[in-house]
Each structure stands twice: as C-alpha cells, then as structure tokens.
Nanobody
Framework: VQLQASGGGLVQTGGSLRLSCAAS????????MAWHRQAPGKQRELVAS???????NYADSAKGRFAISRDDAKKTMYLQMNSLKPDDTAVYSC???????????????WGRGTLVTVSS
C-alpha cells in the first residue's frame, strides 16, 4: 500500500493549487485521512482532515481558503488551496488510516510530500 502526493508547484500570492493524494494497493476501506505541511525550520502541522463519513476539520490558518475532499472510488484525496499566501510555503504530505486486504488490518500510512512555494 502506498500513498503519493502530487500537485505542488510555484504559485503567486493569491493563486490556487489542487493537491492530490493517490493510494494504491489492496485497500478495503479509507478511514481518517489528512493533509499535513512542514515549512522550513518549523514543525509539521495538521492542515486538514476528513473522516470516513466526510466530516472535515481545518487548521485555523486553512479555514475559508482550503477544502479537503475524497473520492474513495478513485482512491484519491484532494486539497484545494485558494488565496495562497507566502506563509503557505511548505512541503505538503498526506496520511491515511487504511484497512487493507487480505489481513483486514488497519494501519496508518504516509505519502511522500509535494512542495508548494508561494511567491510574494
């Protein structure tokens, strides 16, 4: 089972990006999923999360600008980021609690990050 984040890049202040987190493998169900970010010299922080039932939660810095969503049929989670600011510059990574076959065990998986750079 693997998670792969993509969609990062260089964008100007006020611009938008859409990140994707694609899962691969024999996944039975997607449970709690989340986006995190780590800026240079700072600790990693939770940006947004979404439960299996679709309940979302956001860091104060992301509220009103970011939107997390998921498409379990495509095994993909998204983070739509609007009104980007230089403070949003960071490596964004995704995590998910997945139930996998054939063991039907649930574990936490992390994807390699994608760099988002917002220029002023």
């Amino acid at each position: 089972v693997q998670l792969q984040a993509s969609g990062g890049g260089l964008v100007q202040t006020g611009g938008s990006l859409r990140l994707s987190c694609a899962a691969s493998g024999n996944i039975v169900s997607f449970n709690f999923m989340a986006w995190h970010r780590q800026a240079p010299g700072k600790q990693r922080e939770l940006v947004a999360s979404i439960t299996r039932s679709g309940v979302t939660n956001y860091a104060d810095s992301a509220k009103g600008r970011f939107a997390i969503s998921r498409d379990d049929a495509k095994k993909t989670m998204y983070l739509q980021m609007n009104s980007l600011k230089p403070d949003d510059t960071a490596v964004y990574s995704c995590s998910a609690a997945l139930t996998v076959a054939p063991q039907l065990s649930t574990g936490s998986y992390w994807g390699r990050g994608t760099l988002v750079t917002v220029s002023s």
